[in-house]
C-alpha cells in the first residue's frame, strides 16, 4: 500500500511538473512568436518610409526659385529641373537653341518634359509650359553668340515658345511637373499609398502609410515648421518637414492595430532668394 500510495504520488507530481514546463514552453514560444511577428511588421513600415523618402529627397532638394507650384499637408507639386545650360540664338518666331550641360544620361532619357525656365535680369526664373525640345545637328547657333558647349553636352532646340523669351546667354533648365500625393491605395483597398504623378502619368510608389503621414512647411531663414500652406504664401516656403509614418500590411500578433515607423525628415530648398 505504502509503496503503491507513494508511485501514484510521484506520478501526481511528475505529472504536474511537466503541465507547468509545458505551458511555460508554449507561453515562450508565443512570446518568441509575437516578438518576431512585431519585429517583421516594423520593418515593413520601416521599409515603406525609406522607400518613399529615397525618391523624393532626390527630387525635392532640385526646387529652386520659383520651383513650387502647390502644397498641402496631403500633396506637393513642383518644377523639377533635369537639364540645365544657356539660351543660344533664335532661329525662329517660336524657336531658340540652348546648349545644355552633360546631363544624367538615365534622368535625361527617362524624363518628361513639362517644360523650361530661365533666369531674367532680375534673378528670377520665368517658366514656360507647353514646349517641346527636339535635338539639334549643329551648334552654330550657339558658338556665334560665343555660347561654348560643353563637351558631352547637348545642343536642343526649343520650340512652341509663346510670351518672352530669354535672350543669349540666359540660364534656362528644363524641367519635369512632378507632384507628390497621399492617397487611397490600389494595391491595399482602404489603406493609404504615397502617389508620383509627372506629366498625366500616376505611378503608386509606396504603401502603406499610417493616417499621420504628411507635409510640413520650413518658412524664414530659421527654417521654422509650420502647417502648409504657410500663411505667407509659397514664396516664403524653404523646405518641407517629411513626416513619413509607414505602416505594415497587417497587425502583428497580439495586436488589433498595424506596426508603424516614423521617419520624419526636413529638405531644404532655394524656392526663393531672399
Known amino acids: 500500500m505504502n509503496s503503491r500510495g507513494f508511485t501514484l504520488v510521484e506520478l501526481l507530481v511528475g505529472t504536474v511538473v511537466m503541465a507547468i514546463l509545458g505551458v511555460a514552453l508554449v507561453r515562450m514560444l508565443m512570446s518568441d512568436s509575437r516578438f518576431v511577428s512585431q519585429q517583421d511588421a516594423m520593418m515593413v513600415a520601416r521599409q515603406t518610409s525609406r522607400g518613399a523618402l529615397n525618391m523624393m529627397s532626390v527630387e525635392l532638394r532640385m526646387i ?23 539660351a543660344c540664338a533664335k532661329t525662329s518666331s517660336d ?3 540652348a546648349a545644355l550641360v552633360p546631363p544624367d544620361s538615365l534622368t535625361y532619357a527617362s524624363a518628361v518634359l513639362g517644360g523650361f525656365a ?10 514656360v509650359s507647353g514646349v517641346s525640345v527636339t535635338g539639334s545637328a549643329s551648334a552654330n547657333a550657339c558658338t556665334a553668340d560665343s555660347v561654348f558647349v ?3 553636352g547637348k545642343v536642343v532646340s526649343i520650340s512652341g515658345i509663346t510670351g518672352p523669351e530669354p535672350p543669349p546667354g540666359t540660364i534656362l533648365y528644363l524641367y ?13 483597398p482602404g489603406r493609404i499609398a504615397l502617389w508620383r504623378r509627372v506629366g ?15 507635409f510640413r512647411c520650413l518658412v524664414g531663414p530659421q527654417l521654422t515648421v509650420v ?8 514664396d516664403e516656403v524653404r523646405g518641407l518637414e517629411l513626416v513619413l509614418v509607414g ?9 488589433t492595430e498595424p506596426a508603424t515607423f516614423d521617419l520624419t525628415t526636413r529638405i531644404a530648398f532655394l524656392n526663393t532668394v531672399d
Open 227 to 234: 502647417d502648409c500652406p504657410p500663411s505667407g504664401g509659397l
Open 64 to 86: 529652386t526659385d520659383g520651383g513650387l507650384v502647390a502644397v498641402r499637408p496631403d500633396s506637393v507639386r513642383a518644377f523639377i529641373p533635369y537639364a540645365f545650360g544657356v
Open 150 to 152: 560643353v563637351p558631352g
Open 176 to 188: 519635369q511637373d512632378i507632384s507628390y500625393r497621399f492617397g487611397g491605395s490600389m494595391e491595399l
Open 95 to 97: 524657336q531658340i537653341v
Open 200 to 214: 498625366w502619368v500616376y505611378e503608386e510608389l509606396a504603401a502603406p502609410f499610417d493616417t499621420a503621414a504628411k
Open 247 to 255: 505602416a505594415s500590411d497587417l497587425a502583428p500578433q497580439g495586436s
Open 118 to 127: 530661365w533666369q531674367d535680369s532680375t534673378g528670377a526664373y520665368q517658366t
